[in-house]
């Protein structure tokens, strides 16, 4: 095979090639860079300058097209993944940019295969069981990326008859279960530092609603096995944890757990956990934190409200069709007990400092 990806210097980006390189049936793999990437690519990754936002042609000179003309597959990792993102911006790089990546594809003569990055939050606010299957639905989003995401996968939806595109949908990654580094922050590391500095009174949500998160290293294999071992045209997979995700209750006695563990002066602070309302009732909160001015937790309750609500919308993502094609290269998704306490021992070590947040 011969790759090109997008998206190679995020997070998970970095981990697919990391992969890839390491493959014997991968002859080339080709990164789309837009700039410089602040640490190196992983030997043997051959950048090429261009970017999804630079029209059909990726902003690719002609000498670089040429070079890659014998790519047989596309890993689409790229994504503006801010939750809190205005919608124009959003939509510019995770629709159009998607659309001029499929467009690309389309001058590739030797092309087999395209895996598109998702998010399983293109559910929105649907709740109960999410299948692979499904992905048409009128019950609106909590924020315009994943409105972006969910108008991205209909483009590929259409694009299904003319190109052989699979969709990955990934859950929450929050770092790698073998040593707890965490790449970058999201709203789910946020949530945990205010957590631990005892500024989260309350969160949204309903008394055991389920929170998906995955460790970026079981994400990044999973990829790569399903776009290179299981790779079906038309599939949808969901990455994630499924019936193993913890309930927003333990997740918080599992963080109290992990906080004691890594540092035991914490439990002299008597941090209570925060409450679990109603969204209207979150929702009144932060509007009078804002009203109050309260620097501190304004900026706390910012950090948090562009995802937050999400826990008031419980889901099962069902991911009977990918664990299968998984375990039979022996994959699963670790238990979240077998290495939460890495992460929050990262983070505490790195004092809360892991970069912008970059997830799918």
Known sequence: MVILITGASGVVGREILARLVARADVARVYALVRHTPARPLPRGVIPVDGSITAGESLGLTAAARRHLADVTAVIHAAADTRFDGPAAELNETNI????????????LGQLDRVCALSTVY???RRSGRILESELSHDAGFVNAYERSKY?????????RRT??????RLSTVIGDSRDGHVGSQSAFHHALRLYYHSLAPMLPGIPGSPVDVIPTDYAADAIVTLACDEFRPGATWHICA??????IEQLLDAAIEAFHACRPAWRRRAIAKPAIVPLATFERFADTVEELRDTTLTSATRLVRPFAPQLAF??????????PCLRAHGLACPPFG??????????IDAHWSAGVAQTV
């Open 96 to 107: 159009d940019g998607t659309n001029n990546v499929l467009a690309f594809a389309r001058t």
């Open 122 to 124: 293109v559910a929105g």
């Open 151 to 159: 108008e991205m996968e209909v483009q590929l939806q259409n694009q």
């Open 163 to 168: 190109l052989p595109i699979a969709v990955a």
């Open 242 to 247: 499924a019936g193993e995700a913890p309930e």
């Open 314 to 323: 419980p889901k099962r993502f069902d991911d009977s069709d990918t664990s």
């Open 338 to 347: 077998s290495y939460f306490r890495r992460i929050v021992q990262h983070l």
